[in-house]
DNA sequence: TATAGAATTGACGTAAACGTAAAGGGCGCC
DNA sequence: GGCGCCCTTTACGTTTACGTCAATTCTATA
């Protein structure tokens, strides 16, 4: 649990607004805490998803950058792509009603819904396929330690 | 339906036993037969899946062909890799059993399978998510234009 | 015989989401 | 004052199943 407590480092000598006192975690604690890698952290930041400040050099997750990254999570486990996830969350304005960020991600969401709906019914084809070959397969097996049993009887 | 009817080409001189009769295909017939495409049919080919017989260097697939690429085409549909298609079939052997090709194919199937229930297990979570979060943004919308249609009455 | 329509090989390109070095800077601590 | 740990950037590698030229050759047909 190293925040940055006490002073800044030295190398925080321009005036950063670091809002004494806010939770700001570095990329290690930011992956454990989220369950991601460095890398993916990097990554994200690499196509716009994620902005941290710096510290010099070191990455500054404040509490927002965590909310996003919570928005790509979801987005990535119910099949966004990052691409996706970045359209929708470039769109919101803290300013505004964002209500065309929300159609927009009503929108995409419908059709990754369609999409994901389309996935289970290959899925559940794919599994019907399967278990009947398998089924087949087994009754050749059988078909062919059988008659050694009934020899054996 | 063009079928190598008459005479063998001129490049057919060297003695391969033609089957007179067999219903050899060239690739571009293949591809349509099948749906898939010519640079698919050679890429099988060149994973070592496929293999043709050649009349100079036109391809010919025989029924033989045909029945593996149905296999092939079967596994992707159920979701094997084609490593694992190969792998399933490399093991046939026209003269034995086939105990063993049968008992891995089920033993891999076995595994597929449970690949399979556990995605479907994931998409639908992925779409229950989803539709929770469709349902929330279509409230936020609601509430976004409800007060307009309560002023206009 | 000219020309269009197949076929060939070879090789680079694509997509997505990172993994994996390589090489180094900086910091706290005993 | 050296160790270990965390962090940095750069950049190539991975996976899978093909797509997409490019340059050429072969074949059938008018």
């Known amino acids: 649990m190293k925040l940055i407590s006490a002073g800044e480092t030295a190398a925080n000598t321009n005036n950063i607004p670091v809002e004494a006192g806010e939770d ?10 989220y369950g991601v890698t460095l890398r993916t952290l990097r990554f994200y930041e690499d196509k716009g998803l994620l902005n ?7 990455r500054l ?7 996003r990254l919570k928005l790509i999570l979801l987005g990535r ?24 960020q929300l159609r927009l991600a009503l929108d995409k969401s419908e059709k990754q819904l369609a999409r994901l709906q389309k996935q289970r019914a290959l899925i559940d084809d794919a599994i019907n396929e399967l278990s009947g070959s398998m089924t087949a397969v087994r ?3 059988a078909e062919r330690t059988t ?5 054996a009887s």
Do not use: C, H
């Not at 700001?24 to 805490?33: D, S, T, Y």
């Not at 941290?52 to 070191?58: A, E, L, N, V, Y």
């Not at 008659?147 to 020899?151: G, N, T």
């Open 61 to 67: 997750y404040t509490r927002r950058d965590k909310a």
């Open 147 to 151: 008659p050694q049993a009934s020899v």
């Open 52 to 58: 941290p400040q710096r510290d010099g050099s070191t």
């Open 77 to 100: 486990k119910v099949g966004f792509s990052l691409r996706d996830v970045k359209q929708m969350m470039d769109l919101y304005d803290p300013t505004g009603s964002n209500t065309k």
């Open 139 to 141: 009754q050749m097996l």
């Open 24 to 33: 700001l975690a570095r990329i290690g604690e930011m992956a454990k805490k």
